[in-house]
């Protein structure tokens, strides 16, 4: 079998769009052959040789009007060669290549895992013949198309570690720098715990900031860090490849995430899949965590530290196991890859 692949960027050192680097060596694991359209391509090292990148050229300067080119040119090259089409994440994409996928007879299969829906998620869910997700809030639209799956977690990366106690206690946040992430919360949560605790804490942050409204709350984060006087525990990392990540991960005690968003965040079940506690707000991570240690979920703001002094109270090495377990039975990359390539047979 062999599939047409549409995502936005193709790049193993791209702090955001890393993973789909991971995707698509999994993919290419269950196929003949892998063609992947992309808005953009980075660092492709390391592919299988049966994957096939065309890249609509954006990493040599955007242009709107030539990428649309490239996509109808690269269109009519590859559909006819393949049997299916997998569109990955944008609803742009699988629009776009709905028209050929009808003239060619090929299955459209579009993944979104994404809390907002747009006209444009209802034309895709028209278009497509499946519609892909990992949990329900990830796509909130009725369809008789939808499949919910799981989240892709890739093992052979996101590896489990046990841990030492250590003399500090060590927080992480990984994800875009923006308001909608709480940020601020963490180093004021930093703060309390300094003032409670009888050992130092250190806070690392993983991520860049893309719109001048985020560069300018990413400002504001790090004029807060120097008034509170925390120069010495926080750390901004700025943009780490997604491969990189794990050695944070297996560095952290625990895996803040204070987002606002109703979509499960991935870096949640990468912290557990290398064995991190997690403290995270996550509306979808209260099915997956909550029954293993609800204590890891927050449901008061107002209360931050109370809440997180409660969950290092529930704090052992079995906990850990458990949650690594937890994506490595039920959310694993390879296993949800497999399910997505039988649906074109």
């Known amino acids: 079998m062999k599939l047409l692949m549409i995502t936005r960027?193709?790049?193993?050192?791209?702090?955001?769009?890393?993973?789909?680097?991971?995707?698509?060596?999994?993919?290419?694991?269950?196929?003949?052959?892998?063609?992947?359209?992309?808005?953009?391509?980075?660092?492709?090292?390391?592919?299988?040789?049966?994957?096939?990148?065309?890249?609509?050229?954006?990493?040599?300067?955007k242009n709107r009007f030539k990428e649309f080119i490239n996509f109808q040119i690269l269109a009519i090259k590859l559909v006819p060669k393949v049997d299916g089409i997998f569109s990955h994440q944008n609803p742009e994409y699988g629009i776009l290549i709905a028209p050929w996928a009808k003239i060619f007879g090929k299955k459209?299969?579009?993944?979104?895992?994404?809390?907002?829906?747009?006209?444009?998620?209802?034309?895709?869910?028209?278009?497509?013949d499946k519609i892909v997700t990992s949990t329900p809030s990830g796509f909130r639209l009725p369809s008789k198309?939808?499949?919910?799956?799981?989240?892709?977690?890739?093992?052979?990366i996101f590896s489990f570690q046990e841990r030492a106690e250590h003399k500090e206690l060590r927080l992480l946040s990984v994800s875009r720098i923006s308001r909608t992430k709480n940020i601020d919360l963490m180093i004021d949560l930093l703060k309390s715990l300094q003032d409670k605790l009888d050992k130092s804490v250190f806070l690392k942050i993983v991520g860049t900031a893309s719109s001048d409204k985020e560069k300018k709350y990413w400002q504001e984060l790090k004029d807060k860090v120097k008034s509170l006087d925390l120069g010495a525990n926080v750390e901004f990392l700025g943009s780490v490849a997604n491969d990189q990540t794990p050695a944070l991960y297996q560095w952290a005690d625990v895996f803040?995430?204070?987002?606002?968003?109703?979509?499960?965040?991935?870096?949640?079940?990468?912290a557990m899949?290398?064995?991190?506690?997690?403290?995270?707000?996550?509306?979808?991570?209260?099915?997956?965590?909550?029954?293993?240690?609800?204590?890891?979920?927050?449901?008061?703001?107002?209360?931050?530290?109370?809440?997180?002094?409660?969950?290092?109270r529930a704090d052992s090495a079995s906990?850990?196991?458990?949650?690594?377990?937890?994506?490595?039975?039920?959310?694993?990359?390879?296993?949800?890859?497999?399910?997505?390539a039988v649906l074109y047979k």
């Not at 906990?319 to 997505?340: F, P, W, Y």
Request: net charge neutral; proline share 1%.
């Open 9 to 61: 960027k193709v790049d193993k050192d791209d702090g955001l769009a890393g993973f789909t680097y991971n995707w698509v060596k999994k993919i290419a694991g269950q196929v003949e052959f892998l063609y992947v359209m992309c808005l953009e391509k980075g660092n492709i090292l390391g592919l299988p040789g049966n994957v096939k990148v065309y890249s609509l050229g954006k990493e040599k300067g």
């Open 108 to 128: 459209l299969i579009a993944w979104y895992a994404h809390g907002s829906v747009s006209w444009r998620l209802k034309l895709l869910d028209f278009l497509a």
């Open 145 to 156: 198309k939808l499949l919910i799956l799981h989240q892709g977690i890739d093992q052979e």
């Open 256 to 270: 803040l995430n204070f987002s606002e968003t109703m979509s499960l965040d991935k870096t949640i079940l990468e």
């Open 273 to 312: 899949s290398c064995g991190a506690l997690v403290f995270t707000s996550n509306e979808s991570a209260v099915k997956i965590i909550g029954s293993i240690e609800p204590k890891m979920l927050i449901k008061d703001f107002g209360n931050l530290t109370g809440s997180f002094l409660e969950l290092l």
């Open 319 to 340: 906990l850990r196991r458990r949650l690594s377990k937890e994506v490595a039975d039920r959310h694993d990359l390879e296993d949800l890859m497999r399910q997505i």
